[in-house]
């Protein structure tokens, strides 16, 4: 544990720990390759802005889902270009069509990712945890080029 979680702690029956707020890989131990779909997930609906493509309607992390523009069924991939955010309902109507078919439009053309959008998704998940900051390196980049 590098900094505890202000003052809250853990009890178990016989000890109390402080609650861990920054801590430290001191060894890395590899386990089986896992594809990394929840990373590509949350990169898609972080680049949408957590907005539904198709009706404009905001929504979270839970509510939202990912939307084959072409789908699967029909040879669309699941690649950045190809996937949009969609709402429960918007993805339920558009079904196994296209979105001219469906006469859906996608409000935005969807984009390969930003070049540092995995930094992005820490300093946003940073801004809760300002004990974090000093960890991601990206306050003495931003003071440095101004």
Request: proline share 6%; charged share 25%.
């Amino acid at each position: 544990m590098v900094e505890a979680d202000g003052d809250r702690i853990l009890r178990s029956v016989h000890a109390s720990y402080p609650v861990p707020g920054v801590i430290r890989l001191a060894r890395y131990i590899r386990g089986r390759h896992r594809r990394s779909s929840g990373s590509l997930r949350s990169k898609v609906l972080f680049r949408d802005r957590f907005v539904c493509q198709y009706c404009g309607g905001h929504g979270s992390a839970k509510t939202l889902t990912l939307d084959h523009i072409l789908p699967r069924s029909r040879g669309g991939h699941t690649s950045p270009e190809n996937l949009a955010a969609a709402c429960v309902p918007c993805n339920s109507r558009k079904g196994n069509r296209t979105p001219l078919e469906a006469r859906m439009p996608l409000l935005s053309e969807p984009a390969a990712f930003m070049y540092d959008l995995d930094l992005a998704i820490l300093e946003g998940a940073a801004d809760g945890r300002p004990e974090w900051r000093k960890y991601l390196f990206r306050d003495e980049q931003i003071s440095a080029s101004a």
